[in-house]
């Protein structure tokens, strides 16, 4: 559902939720990623950060610059009329996997979930665009929206403690990519050998909000060929700008 107006909710003595509707939807997602553009072209006094999510934007702010009742009236008529148009054109990135085996421990589990073989949930799983709604949860985590709900899983029982950069994973209707190493609660289908966060690039992350991932089932030996060129700095990311 779309709010006919955003709403408004606070986020403790320095924050203000910008939301823009109830679900998850590409226009909802639109609009806080429109607004998020209009506030770092705008420049508003006391504004400190924005973070983007799937369906409301968090303003950090400074309270000593602005109040939060004039935060929420500048915000409001900046939301009303965002700058459609100016957000860049989104780009459909290939993102090159190995599904199943080591690389996707939790493969056949999904598969035998939803009754599926396993070449069926790969092929359900590569065969469609995925929207980035937002980066979260750690550092250029691509959280995406468009999985089919024949293919979802629910979460691990108990989470893993570690798992490696570039899983690949399905927790419920989404799927993600892990950047690094870490915990994680997801179910494994995958990995992909491209470096999603790198902290002295510009931008750190690979992914941006906005941007569409493709998932290309590769070999194991075409992964450890990719993961020495991207190590290398020789690896050329596959990607076109959509219209």
Do not use: C
Request: no cysteine.
């Amino acid at each position: 559902m779309i709010y006919d107006e955003p709403r408004f909710l606070t986020g403790g003595d320095r924050a203000i939720f910008v939301e823009f509707g109830g679900t998850i939807d590409p226009q909802i997602n639109r609009r806080v990623r429109n607004l998020a553009l209009v506030l770092q072209k705008e420049v508003v006094p006391g504004v400190i950060e924005t973070v983007p999510t799937y369906r409301s934007l968090l303003v950090y702010f400074e309270p000593r610059q602005i109040n939060a009742q004039q935060l929420r009236e500048t915000l409001y008529r900046l939301a009303q009329s965002p700058e459609e148009g100016e957000l860049r054109k989104p780009r459909l990135i290939e993102v090159p996997t190995v599904y199943g085996g080591e690389y996707g421990p939790d493969l056949e589990f999904v598969a035998t979930h939803n009754s599926l073989s396993i070449p069926e949930v790969v092929r359900r799983h590569a065969d469609t665009p995925y929207l980035i709604y937002m980066i979260g949860f750690i550092p250029g985590f691509p959280y995406l929206g468009g999985m089919s709900s024949k293919i979802a899983a629910p979460r691990l029982t108990t989470p893993r403690v570690k798992i490696p950069a570039g899983s690949v994973g399905i927790a419920d209707r989404q799927t993600g990519i892990y950047p690094a190493e870490s915990p994680g609660g997801w179910q494994l289908i995958g990995r992909t050998p491209l470096k999603l966060f790198a902290p002295t690039q510009e931008p750190p992350a690979l992914f941006q909000a906005g941007d569409y991932l493709h998932f290309t089932s590769i070999t194991p030996e075409e992964f450890t060929r990719v993961r020495e060129a991207v190590t290398q700095g020789a690896y050329s990311l596959k990607e076109t700008t959509m219209e």
